[in-house]
């Protein structure tokens, strides 16, 4: 079965099958002082309404049609879990006060700021205008909408920061992974 397949699976079962399950699986304030650390991760997966939800999962098919062939292998979806961490770390440390978060979108800022730069990287031009649409939608967010909305922008662009430094560390991932092989 596809990731996108699995993860639709996921976000579906959270929501419909388990009611009531945001609370205990989102971020709050609390839940980090508590020490609760694996929320950093299951917020990504718990939606407020179901307008939310399927938001998410539009975008996530729309990842899939688009980038597919960037993470395809089942292991290559641990790219996820930094997006995860750094989305809502970075929503924890915004300027705005500690709110609660839940929802699938710094992940798919993330997935598409990732994606896109690799397509860069390997000389696709129209892959800046992804890139530019990505930083320009969330760069609004942060400067033009009233500091109380519903956008976690901070979580965003935490995501799309981690997605830079992962293509970044990629050459290095490489170049180590080839020393460390062994000659047949």
Sequence with gaps: MQPAWCLTALLLALFYLLPGSVAPLQYTPESSAAGQWWRLLSAQFVHYDSAHLWLNIAGLWLWWLLFAQYLPRWRDWLLLLPLMVAATSAHMLSPQGVMNYAGFSGCLYGLFGYAA????RSGRRSSWLILLVLVGKNGYDLWA?????DIASYAHLGAIAMALLLVALQPLTSMLRRLTQRPN
């Design 145 to 149: 909408l009233p500091v109380i909305n």
């Design 117 to 120: 730069l690799v397509d860069i």
